[in-house]
T-cell receptor
């Protein structure tokens, strides 16, 4: 079967750092994605990891360990506008019909002043 | 600027009606997807297509069908709408080639079935 787990909700303070974890069990692996979704809007792409290690992009970083089926999204210097849902998604095996992404249920992050 | 456009942001239909949700992308992407998003359940894949006239069932295809006659257009069809199909529907596209692998999403179509 396929399963992606992430916490339902998190709260953090403006200016702080927060880490959102994601664990997965999928049939095949060809990359892990993080998306941000503000209420009432479409998801927007944040990061992509296909090899183990840390990918940094400004205030956001994403880490992957394929052997542990684990990823996290790290948000630094939190801003109020970072209040959103963060979606973890895994892509199946390379090629053709298996390019689909399977999404977790998302983590709703509330940033407080 | 890359774009995925969904035909309707909000629709209200009655039980038993036939519903068409249209999606067009201008990025020449091979892959197109239809998801529905419900509170507590996240995004669930209904159908996807990796080429013109090709379609594959996702995780929850029951009650839905799709059509992809042209590369840029992917339609979701509810043959006989039911109240449990009230949801937010999201269309997305992605490239199979060497370009960026992420999905690009449309703005979503919020369907209410009465």
């Amino acid at each position: 079967g396929q399963n992606i787990d992430q916490p339902t909700e998190m709260t953090a303070t403006e200016g702080a750092i927060v880490q959102i974890n994601c664990t997965y069990q999928t049939s095949g692996f060809n990359g892990l994605f993080w998306y941000q979704q503000h209420a009432g809007e479409a998801p927007t792409f944040l990061s992509y990891n296909v090899l183990d290690g840390l990918e940094e992009k400004g205030r956001f970083s994403s880490f992957l360990s394929r052997s542990k089926g684990y990823s996290y999204l790290l948000l630094k210097e939190l801003q109020m506008k970072d209040s959103a849902s963060y979606l973890c998604a895994v892509r199946g095996l390379r090629g053709g019909a298996t390019n689909k992404l399977i999404f977790g249920t998302g983590t709703l992050l509330a940033v407080q002043p | 600027d890359v774009k995925v456009t969904q035909s309707s942001r909000y629709l209200v239909k009655r039980t038993g009606e036939k519903v068409f949700l249209e999606c067009v992308q201008d990025m020449d992407h091979e892959n197109m997807f239809w998801y529905r998003q419900d509170p507590g359940l996240g995004l669930r894949l209904i159908y996807f297509s990796y080429d013109v006239k090709m379609k594959e069932k996702g995780d929850i295809p029951e009650g839905y069908s799709v059509s992809r006659e042209k590369k840029e257009r992917f339609s979701l069809i509810l043959e006989s709408a039911s109240t449990n199909q009230t949801s937010m529907y999201l269309c997305a596209s992605s490239s199979s080639g060497g370009g960026s692998p992420e999905l690009f999403f449309g703005e979503g179509s919020r369907l209410t079935v009465l």
